[in-house]
């Protein structure tokens, strides 16, 4: 079950939109009809295990209940009945032989009795305590795996309702909901920089680029949006190590900057020339 909650995370994340793409693709996500389909009925797959499992354990826990107080009800009766023959074969042998009175017998039979009956009750309070504890572990995994999955649901949902909004805005929005949920997600600050470019606040770009970059300082995404920043703010030779960074990083962004207007600036820099017609 755990292998395919697996492959339902690796799944969303694969099948969100490749870094620095979303902003010059118009794709929409009704391109592909099937993805949404799949995670859900992964998800709706995943639950249904979850309840057989919590089924099964009741059942299995329920099962060793019954079976361990069936065993001690045997072992008492067997108990009882060996001490009774001890007591009867006891009471003939001291019948005959006048060491002691058959009061004496039974208060002694009854302590030894009572001795052994608290012995086994405390073993089995020990184990039914064991299997607590047991079954209290595995319900709080179970209960983590569930708020994992409807972290996992709710974060997908809103990174299809980014890619329908229609302005940066409202996308700048959405990534503020998924920050609220998972505060530090570096992909929704990278995408909240690019929404924020678009606008036209460069300073505000820069700033969150620099947060990603403080966790992450190879994230090839954020130090190409963070060139394209310094590039509208003027700051040529910063602009053009960031974008150096993030091509090795990632290739793609090479093809990328060739028709990037926040690039405009650098447009006829030997390096910035250089620097594109580079082949790996």
């Known amino acids: 079950m755990f292998n395919r909650l697996l492959s339902v995370v690796i799944f969303c994340l694969l099948s969100m939109p490749a870094l620095g793409q979303e902003k ?31 089924r099964r354990l009741t059942i299995e826990i329920t099962d060793r209940e019954l079976a361990v107080a069936d065993k001690s009800m045997n072992y008492a009766n067997v108990t009882v009945t060996y001490f009774f023959y001890l007591i009867a074969g006891a009471a003939s042998l001291f019948a005959l032989i006048g060491w002691q009175s058959l009061k004496e017998i039974k208060e002694k039979t009854k302590q030894a009795a009572d001795q052994q009956l608290e012995e086994i009750a405390n073993q089995y309070e020990k184990k039914f305590q064991l299997l607590e504890r047991d079954l209290k572990r595995k319900t709080r995994i179970i209960a983590q795996n569930n708020k994992e999955i409807e972290t996992i649901n709710e974060i997908h ?46 300073n505000w770009a820069l700033s969150i680029c620099n947060r990603v970059l403080d966790l992450d300082p ?5 130090l190409y949006q963070r060139a394209c920043a310094y590039a509208r703010l003027g700051l040529e030779e910063q602009a053009l190590f960031d974008l150096e960074q993030a091509i090795i990083g990632s290739g793609s962004f090479k093809e990328l900057a060739r028709d990037e207007k926040d690039f405009e600036s650098l447009q006829g820099s030997e390096r910035f020339e250089a620097m594109l017609a580079f082949t790996d």
């Open 24 to 54: 010059y693709s118009e794709e929409s996500i009704y391109d592909k009809p099937l993805m949404e389909r799949y995670v859900l009925d992964e998800l709706k797959a995943l639950r249904q295990d979850q309840q057989d499992l919590e």
């Open 218 to 222: 190879q994230n090839a995404h954020a």
């Open 157 to 202: 949902n809103l990174w299809l309702r980014s890619q329908s909004m229609q302005s940066p805005e409202q996308k700048i929005e959405v990534y503020d909901d998924i920050l609220k949920i998972r505060p530090g997600d570096l992909e929704a600050l990278t995408y909240k920089a690019d929404a924020a470019m678009e606008i036209k606040e460069f």
